[in-house]
């Protein structure tokens, strides 16, 4: 695609929004995470990358400095354990011309993450863009256009604070924000001159965004622009349409081959694509409700929390809470593997309780969390919930919309320019969203039972610990380890394929 803009001469940048690793065995499974993706990430021609909510040191020593000041992190720091210095973990922003002349001064930023390791440091974008260096990039450079990048939703206060504060300086320059983090395809009009594009999620698409516009600094008040965008299914087929014209003989590369050699290689070696167990049947993340015998949900809560987690040998029954977002795709019936497990909960947690919270309060926990005003800063973390009625797409390989072929389900998309973006018509999924928080059933109360083990994991404890001391008036002590400490909201899975689907397929 770069060859057929370089042909129209046009300038074409590619921009990475996040969202690395965590959510797939090969980039998961090795220590540090990344070991062995980052080095294909590599041979992409990136000419912006922003900084993600999976802050690693092999990511601030290996990675970063690979892209010779184009990873952006422009609110994040990093705290280098060899010097005791806290540093930016990318450059803060860039300037470069492209080929073709077109001026880029960019930015990159990370939403208000509080989530992060001891070895970071995140700034709101609200206190950072009065720091002195935002001004001077933005007085010291003559761009045509500002590139607004950054792992955070498109519609979040975090890219209007950077809008506003930019526009003080350029009340008209173009400016595409280019977000992520909420795994949803969108597309926003902030004003004439402002639109931003969120591309989907996990690598099942790619966004297109292009301005027609002649901007002149001069002009006392330009025309507004014209905005383009389109979703394309990431599939083999829609690249040889977009690319090579439908000519399949004229698209496989040696770099391409190259890369695909090394997957299929690491895969085996890796032991990501070996059958753990075999799944019986579909289960699904959003597209039926919570409640279905379909439903992820429903399958973690009343059989992989109840038998992998709760300990046995504790004297009180167990109530198991984890936040919606630790699930992340659906299992489909047949092999399942390593891989499967990353792509499903590719996060650590480990499990935590409070013993013998009293019966009463201990049943109103999870109501309670899903109606307290801190829920959603727990979604909005780690979320995969689609906004404005968008529908997540399952991997289906879907049929440029060019042909009169059926529809496959996959994402259908309203925004901002309507509802003719997405580059391959599909026929639309149901989607049905989740509480923030769900549990196991609280077990059924008896006259001996005056107290249950509250058990959570540790990436929500700070939460379920103050709903406890609001409803019991007690400051209950966290136990950090319930249960099996080698079961994680992870490993969990692993257990119990082998426990419940070791038959083969």
């Known amino acids: 695609m770069k060859e057929n803009a370089k042909r ?18 090969l ?28 802050i690693t040191e092999n990511v601030y020593n290996e990675f970063v400095p690979h892209w010779n000041g184009r990873y952006l992190s422009s609110n994040v720091y990093f705290k280098d354990m060899n010097n005791n210095k806290t540093v930016p973990l990318g450059n803060k922003y860039t300037y470069f011309e492209g080929e073709f002349g077109t001026r880029v001064l960019a930015f990159g930023f990370l939403f208000d993450f509080t989530g992060n390791g001891d070895n970071s440091l995140v700034h709101t974008v609200e206190d950072e863009v009065l720091e002195p260096w935002f001004t001077q990039a933005l007085t010291s450079q003559t761009p045509d256009i500002i590139a607004l990048t950054g792992h955070t939703g498109i519609r979040f206060n ?21 977000g992520g983090h909420l795994h949803v395809r969108d597309f926003a009009i902030y004003d004439g001159w402002a639109a931003g594009i969120a591309s989907g999620r ?26 383009h965008r389109r979703y394309l299914d990431q599939n083999r087929k829609a690249y040889i349409y977009h690319s090579t014209q439908g000519k399949e003989k004229d698209f496989d590369t040696l770099l391409g081959k190259e890369i695909t050699k090394n997957i299929t290689y690491w895969r085996s070696e890796l032991g990501i694509a070996q059958a753990l167990g075999c799944v019986p049947q579909d289960y699904y993340l959003s ?56 792509q499903i909960s590719p996060f650590v947690d480990h499990f935590m309780y409070i013993p013998e919270v009293p019966y009463d309060a201990a049943a109103k926990v999870l109501d309670r969390l899903n109606n307290d005003d801190s829920a959603s800063n727990y979604r909005r973390k780690r979320t995969i919930r689609a906004d404005r009625g968008q529908q997540p797409v399952m991997s289906y390989q879907g049929v440029v919309h060019r042909t009169e072929a059926p529809l496959t389900p996959g994402y259908t998309t309203t925004d901002d320019l309507g509802s003719d973006g997405d580059d391959t018509k599909h ?31 540790d990436f929500i404890a700070p939460i379920v610990q103050s709903v406890v001391l609001d409803l019991t008036g007690t400051n209950y002590a966290v136990e950090p380890t319930y249960g099996n400490p080698n079961i994680t909201s992870s490993t969990m899975w692993i257990s119990f394929a082998e426990k419940f689907w070791s038959e083969s397929c």
């Open 8 to 25: 129209l001469k046009k300038d074409l940048f590619i921009v990475d929004t996040g969202d690395t690793h965590d959510g797939n065995g």
């Open 27 to 54: 980039s998961d499974v090795t220590s540090p995470t990344g070991q062995v993706t980052q080095p294909m990430l590599q041979k992409i021609p990136y000419d912006i990358l922003a900084i993600v909510d999976e």
């Open 158 to 178: 975090e890219f209007n604070a950077a809008l506003k504060a930019i526009r003080q300086h350029y009340p008209y320059i173009p400016i595409a924000v280019l």
């Open 202 to 227: 996990y690598l099942e698409s790619i966004g297109f965004f292009s301005i027609d516009h002649g901007y002149n600094a001069t002009d006392a008040l330009p025309s507004n622009l014209t905005f």
């Open 287 to 342: 597209s039926v409700e919570t409640t279905s015998n379909s439903s992820l949900f429903t399958l973690t809560t009343r059989d992989v929390l109840p038998n992998i987690v709760a300990d046995p040998n504790r004297p009180y029954p167990a109530h198991i809470i984890v936040n919606s977002g630790m699930l992340r795709y659906d299992i489909y019936q047949g092999n399942f593997t390593l891989d499967n497990v990353y």
């Open 427 to 457: 026929s639309v999924i149901p989607y049905y969203d989740a509480k923030a928080f769900v549990g196991t059933s609280i077990p059924t109360a008896d006259s001996s039972l005056s107290s249950i083990d509250l058990v959570f994991v």
